[in-house]
């Protein structure tokens, strides 16, 4: 009875941790409502941006710039606490002595599955980083990664860039890989 009990208490929070990861991810692409909707750069789409503007024009961007920057660290904050809080969970059910071989076995591809993307997604953020790209959020996932780039506007060698960085590091196909850059 007390292992039926156990294993839906893990169950439920991983689904808690889901739907939580999901509303951090919904709230951080909704568009400001100081801009549009943001552009979407994928390897087949590219959106370009027009260079000459005003000061008065630059100092607006300027601030929404540093507002996207302070969401960069706000989703990298929330992304390490999530974390934090998936791990912790596993480690509990790694070391409970009452726990069935299958679940603990889950439980540790689970975790080690958490650090790896972790590690991959701080390496790929360093490697962009090193390429020019300042500020950079990765997510990965099995089957795909997002990356969401503090720049108005990518041309096609950067996103060429951007894909061959996470493609190399994270064995993604080029065609899961969504780049996103935010002003």
Do not use: C, W
């Not at 552009?39 to 601030?63: C, F, I, K, R, Y």
């Not at 993307?117 to 790929?124: D, L």
Request: aromatic residues 4%; negative net charge; proline residues 3%.
């Amino acid at each position: 009875m007390s292992k039926i009990n156990r294993k839906t208490i893990v169950v439920t929070s991983l689904v808690v941790l889901l739907v939580i990861t999901s509303y951090i991810n919904y709230q951080f692409n909704q568009p400001d409502d100081q801009s549009a909707s943001l552009p979407q750069a994928t390897p087949s789409a590219v959106t370009s941006t027009d260079t000459a503007q005003g000061e008065e024009n630059e100092d607006t961007q300027e601030a929404a710039a540093q507002a996207v920057g302070f969401k960069i660290a706000e989703y990298k904050a929330e992304r390490e606490t999530v974390r934090k809080t998936e791990i912790e969970h596993l480690d509990q059910i790694i070391n409970d002595d009452q726990t069935d071989q299958a679940t603990l076995k889950s439980a540790q591809e689970q975790k080690m599955g958490i650090v790896s993307n972790m590690e991959k997604e701080v390496t790929i953020e360093g490697l962009l980083q090193a390429k020019g790209f300042e500020q950079t959020v990765v997510s990965l996932h099995d089957e795909s990664a997002n990356v969401i780039v503090k720049q108005d506007g990518l041309t096609s060698a950067q996103v060429a860039q951007i894909v061959e960085v996470v493609q190399r590091e994270s064995s993604q196909k080029p065609e899961n890989i969504k780049i996103i850059p935010a002003k």
